[in-house]
């Protein structure tokens, strides 16, 4: 497993950090372990109306650094987006068809 964040991309904020599969997963994880109901997601680009996060690919010193000081912090945003990014996610909605 690899250790993702994802940026919600409204507040811009850290929203969530920990161990997933892949992307989707992560998006996924991020939702139900911050109190949103189970949902899928789907890739999308950047500038998609409708996104939701952006996930990274985040290393131990970021991950550290974002346990310490929190995910609201600029610091900590400012360090997850050095990161590798992944994707770019929105929800999946009834009748969209299958997560990518």
């Known amino acids: 497993m690899t ?3 994802t940026i919600d991309r409204h507040s811009g904020y850290v929203w969530w950090m920990g161990q997933a599969a892949n992307a989707l997963e992560a998006a996924e ?3 139900l372990e911050t109190g949103g109901d189970q949902c899928l997601y789907t ?3 950047q500038d998609d109306a409708a996104a939701s996060y952006d996930v990274h690919e985040v ?3 970021t991950s550290r650094l974002v346990d310490e000081i929190g995910g609201q912090y600029a610091p900590a945003i400012a360090a997850v987006e050095a990161c590798p990014y992944v994707a770019t996610v929105r929800k999946l909605h009834d009748g969209e068809g299958e997560a990518e």
Do not use: G, I, M, W
Request: charged share 25%; with cysteine; aromatic share 8%.
């Open 59 to 61: 290393d131990e010193a």
């Open 29 to 31: 994880r991020s939702t």
């Open 43 to 45: 890739t999308c680009t």
């Open 3 to 5: 250790t993702y964040a």
